[in-house]
């Protein structure tokens, strides 16, 4: 993917990339950002582009590409995940890491930036071919990982295996125990109590205390819930604990509605237990008093607060008018399309952004490492009112921030993290 200079800005051809970079621009002209700052911040401190060798199960290698890419220091290490997937470029993972950039400084954590992933298809890998990719991988960025410098976690088809390979053969060439290095660890080898749930914590934290600042009571909003993953299944218990009626869940078998409300724990007693699938789906839950509907059709439901938590891209310009819902709460990545925000703004829905809504994961991760530099672990109630108390100050910062300069939740978003970055970096100066 090549980049370009327009108008004196960088931008690329890659998509992911040039909407980071375009978000970024449009926030920095409104807080008057120096050109100095903003070109030096629109490139990546360091990227680490890697050949992946695998010896496969028939005795030939093969070789995968590998990024590592850290946008920020600024902060503190850089933070953020590795992905496995066959579109993963090195573009990409700078404006991934861009977006982490972001994300950690309106979190209010001592992070920049960071990520990285191998172009592959995790899919067709057996587990020992994935084993030995992940080993490779993990020693060919070893020079740029470490507690103080750069600390990874899972991301798309990783977890804490893939994880545990990487740590296992960095320690190995450090010929010492290491376990800050990285995040998203198993548990029983210094992970972290209540990680699981933190997004969906976070996420519904986030919509509870929007319903506090509109005035609005748990006990009167219907809610629906597209996906029921990790973000999307603790989101809706969650909310549903705080006094919420869950109108509707969704997976990609389709969309389970009641309006007299879903009984969240029956859905995930149904979904763990239920033997006639594969891989945690709601196939069937239509018996256990919903009516079934289509994929999408959890998008136009009627309803008070909608949140997002499966896919990019799902509300745009074909969808947004018809989406009820007031209320739009991000626990996906990219779920709103800036065509589609735009439309929901018009209609007076108030959207509240990816990075400050599913910021739980990387608070998350960094209460693990920060048990891991202690050697201490926590308690799960700890770990969870943390997680919480940050999540409402961030979330009524930026809340107080967009009513103060009238603008988007996303904007001030934008405007409120780029500023305690780019204050840093004019602090620090240019030798960076
Ligand atoms: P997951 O794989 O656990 O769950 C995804 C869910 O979405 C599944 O229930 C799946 O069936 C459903 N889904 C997929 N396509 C769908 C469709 N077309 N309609 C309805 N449902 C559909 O993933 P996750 O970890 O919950 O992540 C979800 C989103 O949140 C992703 O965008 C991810 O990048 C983002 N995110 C996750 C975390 C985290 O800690 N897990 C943190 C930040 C952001």
Same mark, same amino acid.
């Given at each position: 993917?090549?980049?370009?200079?327009?108008?004196?800005?960088?931008?690329?051809?890659?998509?992911?990339?040039?909407?980071?970079?375009?978000?970024? %621009?449009?926030?920095?002209?409104?807080?008057?950002?120096?050109?100095?700052?903003?070109?030096?911040?629109? %490139?990546?401190?360091?990227?680490?582009?890697?050949?992946?060798?695998?010896?496969?199960?028939?005795g030939r290698v093969r070789v995968f590409k590998g990024y590592r890419v850290q946008h920020s220091t600024a902060l503190g290490p850089s933070k953020g995940g590795i992905r496995y997937a066959q579109d993963v470029t090195g573009?990409?993972?700078?404006?991934? /890491?861009?977006?982490?950039?972001?994300?950690?400084?309106?979190?209010?954590? *001592? %992070?920049?930036?960071?990520?990285?992933?191998i172009c592959c298809d995790p899919t067709a890998l057996t587990r020992r071919e994935k084993e030995r990719m992940s080993r490779t991988y993990g020693a060919r960025i070893a020079p740029i990982i470490?507690?103080?410098?750069?600390? *990874?976690?899972?991301?798309?088809?990783?977890?804490?295996?893939?994880?545990?390979?990487?740590?296992?053969?960095?320690?190995?060439?450090?010929?010492?125990?290491?376990?800050?290095?990285?995040?998203?660890? *198993?548990?029983?080898?210094?992970?972290?109590?209540?990680?699981?749930?933190?997004?969906?914590?976070?996420?519904?934290?986030?919509?509870?205390?929007?319903?506090?600042? !509109?005035?609005?009571?748990?006990?009167?909003?219907?809610?629906?819930?597209?996906?029921?993953?990790?973000?999307?299944? %603790?989101?809706?218990?969650?909310?549903?604990?705080?006094?919420?009626?869950?109108?509707?869940?969704?997976?990609?078998?389709?969309?389970?509605?009641?309006?007299?409300?879903?009984?969240?724990?029956?859905?995930?007693?149904?979904?763990?237990?239920?033997?006639?699938?594969?891989?945690?789906?709601?196939?069937?839950?239509?018996?256990?008093?919903?009516? !079934?509907?289509?994929?999408?059709? =959890?998008?136009?439901?009627?309803?008070?607060?909608?949140?997002?938590?499966?896919?990019?891209?799902?509300?745009?310009?074909?969808?947004?008018?018809?989406? !009820?819902?007031?209320?739009?709460?991000?626990?996906?990545?990219?779920?709103?399309?800036?065509?589609?925000?735009?439309?929901?703004?018009?209609?007076?829905?108030?959207?509240?952004?990816?990075?400050?809504?599913?910021?739980?994961?990387? =608070?998350?991760?960094?209460?693990?490492?920060?048990?891991?530099?202690?050697?201490?672990?926590?308690?799960?109630?700890?770990?969870?009112?943390?997680?919480?108390?940050? &999540?409402?100050?961030?979330?009524?910062?930026?809340?107080?921030?967009?009513?103060?300069?009238?603008?988007?939740?996303?904007?001030? /978003?934008? &405007?409120? /993290?780029?500023?305690?970055?780019?204050?840093?970096?004019?602090?620090?100066?240019?030798?960076?």
């Amino acid at each position: 993917m090549a980049d370009r200079i327009v108008n004196g800005r960088r931008r690329s051809d890659d998509l992911l990339l040039d909407t980071a970079l375009r978000d970024f %621009y449009g926030a920095a002209d409104e807080m008057g950002l120096s050109e100095s700052l903003i070109s030096m911040l629109s %490139y990546p401190e360091r990227r680490l582009d890697v050949s992946v060798p695998v010896e496969m199960e028939d005795g030939r290698v093969r070789v995968f590409k590998g990024y590592r890419v850290q946008h920020s220091t600024a902060l503190g290490p850089s933070k953020g995940g590795i992905r496995y997937a066959q579109d993963v470029t090195g573009a990409e993972c700078e404006g991934l /890491a861009m977006l982490m950039t972001w994300k950690c400084s309106l979190a209010g954590i *001592p %992070y920049g930036g960071g990520k990285g992933g191998i172009c592959c298809d995790p899919t067709a890998l057996t587990r020992r071919e994935k084993e030995r990719m992940s080993r490779t991988y993990g020693a060919r960025i070893a020079p740029i990982i470490g507690r103080w410098s750069d600390i *990874p976690a899972p991301d798309m088809y990783t977890g804490g295996q893939e994880m545990v390979w990487i740590m296992d053969t960095i320690c190995k060439m450090l010929g010492h125990f290491e376990p800050a290095m990285l995040t998203g660890k *198993p548990i029983d080898y210094w992970g972290a109590r209540g990680r699981t749930e933190a997004t969906g914590r976070g996420t519904s934290t986030c919509g509870l205390e929007l319903m506090k600042v !509109k005035g609005l009571n748990p006990a009167n909003m219907k809610i629906a819930v597209q996906g029921f993953g990790n973000v999307g299944s %603790y989101t809706a218990l969650l909310l549903k604990e705080a006094g919420a009626t869950i109108v509707a869940i969704s997976d990609t078998t389709g969309t389970y509605y009641n309006p007299k409300g879903i009984n969240i724990e029956k859905a995930f007693e149904y979904m763990n237990n239920n033997p006639s699938q594969r891989g945690r789906k709601l196939t069937g839950f239509e018996k256990e008093g919903c009516e !079934k509907l289509g994929l999408n059709d =959890i998008l136009f439901l009627d309803c008070d607060f909608l949140f997002p938590c499966a896919l990019q891209g799902v509300i745009n310009q074909e969808t947004a008018p018809k989406v !009820k819902a007031r209320y739009i709460i991000e626990g996906a990545n990219s779920p709103t399309t800036v065509e589609g925000e735009e439309i929901l703004k018009d209609a007076g829905a108030i959207v509240v952004p990816d990075f400050l809504a599913n910021a739980g994961g990387v =608070i998350g991760s960094y209460f693990e490492w920060a048990q891991n530099l202690q050697g201490f672990s926590w308690t799960e109630a700890d770990y969870n009112k943390r997680l919480v108390d940050l &999540m409402t100050e961030n979330f009524n910062r930026v809340w107080a921030f967009a009513q103060d300069k009238k603008v988007t939740m996303r904007r001030a /978003a934008y &405007m409120q /993290a780029i500023k305690r970055v780019s204050d840093i970096v004019a602090l620090r100066g240019v030798y960076l």
